[in-house]
């Protein structure tokens, strides 16, 4: 894409690739805390760590690696918990002349004289839901990311650093092309590069860990893969809580509870009590 200013303002998009490609995340944390403080203080924990500060220089990071640059940072953090950040990309950079005057290149200030959302171009966007279960002694923390851009560039790039920046427990990953475009002999292209699966563009370190599926529709650019990690290490998960305290038993009960709230999630039903 090249960028051209023209007497509206506007700018103006030569040779410009129309493909709008997609990446969603939704990724998991799932952590053991034995009674209702724990929980309370868990979710402060995982509210403090991942707040819209943090958040914003994971995006930040992620629209550098795929090659874009940044035009508007809107951030929020939520009250009792969670946080949203929404980035607005563009594939060059854009001089501050052309620049609409509602965008802030990223730079933010105490006060701010607008609310932005940016929905339909290039984006980067994500939002945090701690929340835990009344009666399992189970928190859960949810990460839903998305990466949209146009043009050349690709979310794909940031696959696996978006993996590494989490503690991933289970990851939804949807990615999808859109449109089409054009060469200059006017014959549409609908993909404009070649992929048959998520997991080919995930490092091999990290595949290991999981157990994958895959559920893919070609004829139409969509692509699903679903990951769950695989070794449980009981001391990654206890909160506040000392594994030499615990009874074999008890440990035996909790990793129960860990792998039923794991599979529920990684298949999306709940399992009735036996």
Do not use: W
């Amino acid at each position: 894409m090249k960028l051209a200013k023209e007497n509206n303002g506007k700018i103006k998009l030569y040779g410009f690739n129309n493909l709008t490609k997609s990446l969603s995340f939704n990724i998991y944390d799932v952590c053991y805390t034995k009674n209702d403080d724990e929980r309370k203080r868990y979710i402060e924990y995982i509210d403090e760590q991942y707040n819209s500060e943090r958040l914003t220089k994971i995006l930040t990071d992620v629209t550098e690696m795929i090659g874009a640059n940044v035009l508007n940072i809107a951030k929020q953090d939520y009250d009792p918990q969670g946080a949203s950040v929404t980035i607005l990309i563009s594939e060059e950079e854009v001089p501050l002349y052309v620049l609409d005057p509602s965008c802030n290149k990223g730079i933010l200030t105490p006060t701010r004289e607008n609310i932005v959302a940016h929905l339909d171009k290039s984006h980067v966007t994500v939002h945090t839901y701690p929340e835990s279960h009344p009666k399992r002694d189970i928190c859960t923390f949810r990460v839903d990311i998305d990466v949209s851009t146009c043009g050349t560039i690709s979310p794909l790039n940031a696959l696996n650093y978006l993996i590494k920046s989490f503690d991933s427990d289970i990851i939804t990953i949807d990615y999808r092309v859109r449109g089409f475009t054009r060469d200059i002999d006017g014959r549409k292209h609908f993909i404009d590069h070649e992929i048959f699966s998520i997991q080919d563009y995930i490092e091999e370190d990290i595949l290991r860990r999981y157990d994958l599926i895959d559920m893919n529709v070609y004829q139409s650019n969509i692509f699903h893969t679903k990951m769950k990690v695989k070794n449980l290490d009981l001391s990654n998960y206890l909160f506040d809580i000392d594994e030499n305290s615990l009874s074999e038993e008890e440990k035996s009960e909790i990793l129960k509870k860990l792998n039923r709230e794991m599979t529920e999630i990684f298949y999306g039903i709940n399992i009735n009590n036996v």
